[in-house]
């Protein structure tokens, strides 16, 4: 049995890997502590996850002006004294990182204190915090045809993005049962992560009579802080041939996803992967000023592989011709479910929890 520390916390796309991880390694016995951030996004979905060893610690990404900046060196001075005296308390065999904020502080304190660490990068291009980690990192784990410079290639896995347990692909009428809807016709779902997305949103408020006219129910997951102060929504429970929900958070990915017959959504690496495993077709609309651009590769990579069609945040005007396009085409629609169902060809949390497992005995057996 091995003591893990996993830096996860930020957002939506860093923690709910880690999770998914730390369920895989905790089932094989193993204790796994999270280290998460103070953000709200962070508290709302650990709630779902009582049996799972969560420990806030102080973050802060580096970006903004002067006055953000030094605040982000006081917190990973902070946060790596703090994560120095967990990894003490904890007596870690390894640490792995998610490449989030809260990463780098932990990265440090493990280098200092001889535990071992790996790196994992969703995206399709890789953060700061995984390009300033890679040097210190045992392991590094990316996503399928990813490079990283000045890295050995002994150093790399391809073992994907890891979902959760609880996100999984069913019949989308058990879907619409769970979260409590009725559909007459079908559904489009809307998802701009765990940030949200208002341009999204306003698109949705902007072209509700032309979705009502197609006869086009809506679910829109908003984000904290922006569901639409509006008068147009109508309850799916009441089944209207064209209704409307607007929830600002929802701890029911999979269902919610697995619910849609099209999804509008953001092209974070979390989001897509709970698109492929849900098996959902989807229209990507990648945040502009997302860091180094990442989502927009992720995006390009899904419609390379036939899984989803992309359309730029400068292009929405074409995003309800796109939807009319697509939602009615069921031989499109299963053409891209095939292909989603292609891309799930095996579970990365498993994969990765079996890696670690052989680096810790390694570290045993040298020892």
């Not at 030094?70 to 870690?92: D, E, N």
């Not at 609880?166 to 619409?176: F, G, P, R, S, V």
């Not at 419609?303 to 730029?312: D, I, K, L, N, P």
């Amino acid at each position: 049995m091995s003591s893990i520390l996993i830096a996860c916390g930020g957002t939506g796309g860093h923690l709910a890997p880690g999770i998914a991880l730390a369920e895989a390694l905790q089932t094989r016995g193993h204790n796994c502590t999270l280290l998460i951030s103070k953000k709200q996004v962070d508290s709302l979905l650990i709630k779902k996850y009582p049996h799972l060893d969560f420990h806030k610690i102080p973050g802060q990404g580096f970006s903004g002006g002067m006055l953000r900046r030094l605040l982000f060196f006081w917190r990973l001075i902070t946060g790596c004294i703090q994560s120095y005296r967990l990894l003490r308390k904890k007596k870690a065999d390894f640490v792995i990182l998610f490449g989030s904020f809260i990463s780098v502080g932990l990265g440090l304190a493990a280098r200092i204190a001889g535990v071992p660490i790996a790196l994992h990068e969703a995206n399709g291009c890789p953060g700061k915090a995984v390009r300033l980690l890679k040097y210190l990192a045992r392991r590094i784990y990316l996503p399928e045809g990813v490079l990283l410079k000045a890295v050995s290639t002994e150093k790399i896995r391809y073992f994907g993005y890891p979902v959760r347990k609880d996100i999984k692909h069913c019949l989308k009428a058990e879907a619409w049962e769970r979260l409590g809807i009725t559909v007459k016709n079908k559904l489009l779902v809307i998802i701009g992560g765990s940030q949200g997305a208002s341009s999204l949103n306003q698109w949705v408020i902007e072209n509700l009579a032309a979705l009502r006219a197609m006869k086009l129910s809506v679910y829109c997951v908003t984000g904290l802080g922006k569901t639409p102060d509006s008068d147009a929504e109508h309850d799916l429970k009441s089944g209207g041939d064209a209704a409307v929900k607007f929830v600002s958070f929802s701890d029911q990915m999979g269902d919610v996803v697995s619910a849609a017959d099209l999804i509008i959504s953001r092209a974070g690496a979390g989001a897509i992967a709970e698109i492929i495993r849900c098996r959902a077709p989807s229209i990507l609309i990648p945040y502009p000023y997302a860091a180094d651009n990442h989502q927009m590769a992720n995006a390009r990579l899904h419609e390379q592989q036939g899984a989803g069609v992309v359309v730029e945040e400068k292009n929405m005007n074409t995003l309800l011709e796109e939807v009319k396009g697509l939602v009615f085409n069921d031989w499109m629609l299963n053409k891209l479910k095939s292909n989603l169902a292609r891309l799930d060809q095996f579970d990365s949390a498993e994969r990765i929890a079996d890696d670690i497992e052989s680096l810790c005995a390694e570290r045993e057996a040298g020892e």
